[in-house]
């Protein structure tokens, strides 16, 4: 299958991610519903996925998160990076610090089947977040973060 797009059968259309060697035990976590995260050897969590932790070059392990986070800040997207986006509602790109503490990108959802988007007059910078998983392919799970309530 092409890292580019999700086989038609799926029902997917969107783009998916570049799966590369040292996101695998990422994506294996997402897959199981676990947003796991790279851990240097000193125990810090850090992102995005690598083959070495950063400034030791040391192997890294893989810390489960709790999925819990704070919007840093965010975009609304009117329209969408390719044509597989048209005619859809604005997305909500944000960057969120995990309590864990890395940051990283995502989108913010609804916590709904599908996961439609979120209105964006109803984000706002420092709302609590959870992570929720967008199963889209047989292979591909996206974390995806909605309000924490």
Request: aromatic fraction near 10%; glycine fraction near 8%.
């Amino acid at each position: 299958m092409s890292a580019e797009q999700a086989p038609a059968t799926s029902g997917y259309a969107k783009p998916l991610p570049d799966m590369r060697p040292e996101g695998d035990g990422y994506w294996a976590g997402t897959k199981e519903h676990k947003l796991l995260l790279p851990t240097a050897p000193d125990g810090t969590p850090f992102w995005y996925p690598r083959a070495l932790s950063p400034g030791t070059l040391e192997p890294h392990t893989w810390t489960e998160s709790k999925g819990l986070g704070t919007v840093y800040t965010y975009s609304t997207h009117f329209i969408g990076p390719s044509k597989a986006y048209k005619g859809d509602p604005p997305h909500i790109v944000a960057l969120i610090d995990l309590d864990e503490g890395p940051r990283m990108m995502t989108n913010l959802v609804r916590d709904e089947e599908g996961y439609p988007s979120l209105d964006p007059d109803a984000v706002k910078i420092g709302m609590r977040v959870k992570v929720v998983f967008h199963d889209v392919t047989d292979e591909i799970t996206l974390p995806k973060f909605a309000p924490a309530e």
